[in-house]
């Protein structure tokens, strides 16, 4: 058994006034592969941003451990930096800020990642070509007018440089073409074999996770984690849907 | 030698209220002697961005301005590089005429240039017993005693002409600088003008360019970081009356504590201007107190069939883009700053010759700290890709 990573216990959390998720229970073992599915709006993307720190969310109950820290109250930039990634469903634009600039502040941040600037830019050429990125986005303006497939390996482009021990994958299939998602699969892939980190995938799609050995599949409805199983839950949930666990948690709650 | 008050520069086209303090900047300049430039009528007849007086003063302090033509269909395979020593007070008119189909480059570079021929901060500058020219510790150098310089370009671009021009000022808090530009563009003309703006006491910024030309067209990038204690006075006009005429006016910087900025930015849709699309977009960040932040945003219409459109977004950084940093391990601090860096990267990584890339790492330390400065200059130590 591996050594756990991430520990959610008991986790009840939402927004100031609403319950979004209740009662969540979660290991994530060191380089282990983890998939949440579910059907849109039950809070998966909630659960990812509040392992990220999202001051947005309060958590009421339980609490979330992180490579042996309680960073239950922690702030999302020193989650970050103790090595938990957050790739965004919807990459946010910043006007005024280069992607280069960008990626130079945030490696800075971290001693093993620093490094003088000419080595820097050479470490982010070869991810640019690994990714099939142009280093003239190195100039552009972070994420600003780039498409949304674009977006998506600029954050794969921040995964590979950054090398957390975590990667919270929200929906980083949505949106591409069959090209840009075999680019960003390929940079999953790179990253679990460069890393050994652990991935918490959450998706819809399941070519995404063709590429992957996934260890564990979750199922979240209605805020609640109402299944766990292993890879072979993503290809019933394929062919099923998840008609049978929105029932059974109908089912629970009368 | 007396001084002068130069009461109106970069005044904007369309004034508004006085007591908004935006409809001209007022500068004391030594008086000079010298006489009319040589420079041909239809360079001198185009309005410039900062004004008549301005214009009057630079020309009568420069008897002899540079005068360079680009013959037709040529490309110009070197930058035309006027420097300005910002620190001694150097005054530059320069005039270019870009004959039909024809491509050139300008590069004007504004600061202390012989700390940015060594591209040093302060810190080398000082082991190398090279004068910086600073404040006494707890004392403010009077506006009046620092020194100024000036550019004034004036660019003509006949048909299908293409010029790319950038403009870098980098002086000293200590000194003063105006940068003036006046273009004119022919039908199909094609003018991008990329500005850094990255400190002085009192910069004063002034362009403006009349696209007479049919389908002409004329882009500006400004980028500016403005300090404590520093002024940075912005003035853009295009007078578009061509037909099918493009114009787009981008300005966006980063203000930290106790900075002081103004942009009046002006695009006037002239009569018979049918089918013309201007733009004007300003993005501003707010990174610290005590700011003063002006903002003029015009758009003149004297046609029925143009377009003109004009956004702005203006204040600290949105919550979004702030968490979406902090998800990246920077702290708000380190966030708000992150634009600041980003500015002098931008300035630097982009420069097209080594005199630019060189004020920008000059000033680099103060605007972004020693250890970023440092990361930078490291960077470009020994490159021979840039302007060699």
Request: charged share 25%.
């Amino acid at each position: 058994m591996s050594e756990q990573l991430l520990t959610i216990k008991g986790l009840t959390a939402g927004t100031e006034d609403k319950v979004i998720l209740s009662d969540i229970n979660l290991e994530v073992g060191a380089g282990e592969t983890h998939v949440l599915m579910g059907p849109n709006g039950t809070g998966k993307s909630t659960l990812g941003r509040i392992i990220m720190g999202d001051p947005a969310y309060k958590v009421k109950e339980g609490t979330i451990t992180f490579d042996g820290e309680d960073i239950t109250e922690a702030s999302a930039d020193k989650r970050s930096l103790a090595g938990i990634f957050l790739s965004y469903q919807a990459p946010v634009e910043i006007p005024g800020v280069p992607l280069y600039s960008f990626l130079r502040t945030i490696a800075d941040k971290r001693p093993d990642l620093k490094m003088v600037g000419r080595k820097f830019r050479k470490r982010v050429g070869e991810i640019c070509q690994q990714l099939g990125i142009p280093e003239s986005f190195l100039t552009r303006d972070l994420n600003v007018g780039f498409s949304g497939g674009e977006k998506k390996k600029i954050e794969m482009l921040q995964l590979l440089l950054l090398k957390p021990k975590l990667a919270i994958l929200d929906e980083t299939d949505s949106g591409l073409d069959v090209d840009a998602l075999s680019v960003v699969s390929k940079a999953i892939a790179a990253y679990k074999e460069e890393c050994n980190g652990s991935l918490l995938m959450i998706t819809h799609n399941t070519r995404i996770l063709e590429r992957l050995q996934v260890d564990h599949t979750h199922v979240m409805v209605n805020g609640h984690l109402a299944a766990h199983g292993d890879a072979s839950l993503i290809s019933q949930i394929d062919a099923e849907g998840f008609e049978r666990f929105e029932k059974a948690a109908e089912g629970d709650a009368r | 030698m007396a001084d002068v008050t130069l009461s109106k520069v970069n005044v904007p086209p369309a004034q508004t209220w006085n007591y908004l303090k935006i409809n001209g900047l007022s500068l004391e300049v030594p008086a000079v002697t010298g006489g009319e430039g040589n420079l041909p009528d239809r360079l001198t007849r185009i309005e410039t961005g900062i004004g008549d007086a301005a214009t009057a003063w630079i020309d009568s302090a420069v008897p002899e301005p540079r005068l360079i033509s680009v013959p037709a269909r040529t490309d110009l395979d070197e930058p035309i590089l006027i420097e300005v020593e910002s620190d001694r007070g150097e005054l530059a008119s320069t005039g270019v005429i870009v004959h039909e189909g024809a491509h050139a480059t300008i590069v004007v570079v504004a600061a202390d240039t012989e700390r940015a021929a060594a591209g040093m901060t302060d810190e080398r500058a000082a082991q190398s017993g090279i004068e910086a020219v600073v404040a006494e510790p707890g004392k403010a150098v009077p506006e009046t005693d620092k020194p100024i310089s000036a550019s004034l370009l004036r660019i003509s671009a006949d048909r299908n002409a293409k010029v790319d021009v950038y403009e870098y000022v980098a002086v000293p808090t200590s000194c003063r600088h105006i940068e003036g530009a006046a273009i004119e563009a022919d039908d199909d003309a094609f003018i991008e003008v990329h500005q850094y703006l990255l400190g002085g006491g009192t910069v004063a910024a002034g362009l403006a360019v009349t696209q007479r030309g049919a389908r002409s067209s004329f882009k500006l990038d400004t980028h500016y970081l403005v300090h404590e204690n520093e002024l940075l006075d912005m003035n853009y006009v295009a007078r578009v009356r061509g037909r099918n005429a493009r114009t787009r006016i981008d300005a966006s910087g980063v203000l930290s504590d106790g900075a002081e900025k103004t942009l009046r930015d002006t695009i006037d849709l002239i009569c018979g201007c049918k089918g013309a699309k201007g733009d004007e977009n300003e993005t501003v960040v707010v990174t610290g107190d005590n700011i003063v932040n002006r903002s003029l945003p015009v758009i003149l219409c004297d046609e029925e069939d143009v377009q003109g459109n004009h956004g702005a977004t203006i204040g600290s950084m949105s919550v979004d883009q702030l968490q979406y940093l902090r998800d990246r391990g920077l702290t708000t601090d380190e966030a708000e700053e992150l634009f600041g860096r980003a500015v002098v990267d931008d300035a630097a990584l982009n420069a097209p010759v080594k005199a630019a890339r060189n004020a920008v790492l000059s000033r680099a330390a103060e605007l972004i700290g020693d250890e970023a400065a440092a990361d930078l200059i490291e960077i470009f130590e020994n490159d021979q890709e840039v302007g060699e």
